[in-house]
């Protein structure tokens, strides 16, 4: 049986957010500029997936996705299942940075929240989609921790060049 992962739910929205402020030293264009490098080498595509690009305001916007996968239980044998398409905002000020991922969704006619496989988890469980909600946390988790760290790292000043 696969285990779950506790999403948070906004109260406003009632849709699953990952969300942190984060004390980082530098200034507001140090930070953004940190930002911008990681998601330009982080993502494939990046002039398709940064959809906004506020250096004045100290904003971010990525519209991005990735995919998951279904793994037959007897076979072991793995299928592409869905494309997830999520929103990336990152905000930064002086000294600090928040992040938040949200409408995280899968690909169809229409948008169709994950929160509807959480939903249906608590009703009655399904190996299929909670396989796929771990595969979601799992791959939002990895690049938050990228982003973490791209946004932790100083830069040596290179001397006598």
């Known amino acids: 049986m696969v285990e ?11 849709k699953v957010i990952y969300q942190e402020v984060m004390q980082q030293q530098g200034s507001k264009d140090v930070l953004y500029e940190k930002a911008l490098s990681w998601a330009t080498k982080y993502y494939k595509n990046p002039r398709d997936v940064i ?17 998951i996968f279904y793994t037959d239980p ?7 299942a869905h494309t997830i398409e999520y929103t990336l905002v990152v905000e930064l000020k002086e000294g600090m940075y928040r992040y938040e991922v949200t409408d995280i969704n899968y ?3 229409s948008y169709q929240g ?3 496989w959480i939903d ?8 299929i989609t909670a396989s796929y909600l771990v595969q ?9 921790n990228l982003l973490k760290t791209a946004m932790a790292k100083t830069e040596k000043a290179t001397e006598g060049w």
Do not use: H
């Open 136 to 144: 979601v946390d799992e791959e939002i988790r990895k690049f938050i």
């Open 4 to 14: 779950i992962p506790d999403f948070k739910i906004d109260d406003k929205t009632k």
């Open 74 to 80: 007897k076979k072991g044998t793995e299928t592409r």
């Open 107 to 109: 690909k169809a006619t």
């Open 51 to 67: 959809r906004e690009k506020e250096k004045d305001k100290g904003r971010l916007k990525a519209k991005a996705r990735f995919y």
């Open 120 to 127: 249906a988890n608590t009703r009655q469980y399904s190996y």
């Open 114 to 116: 994950i929160e509807q």
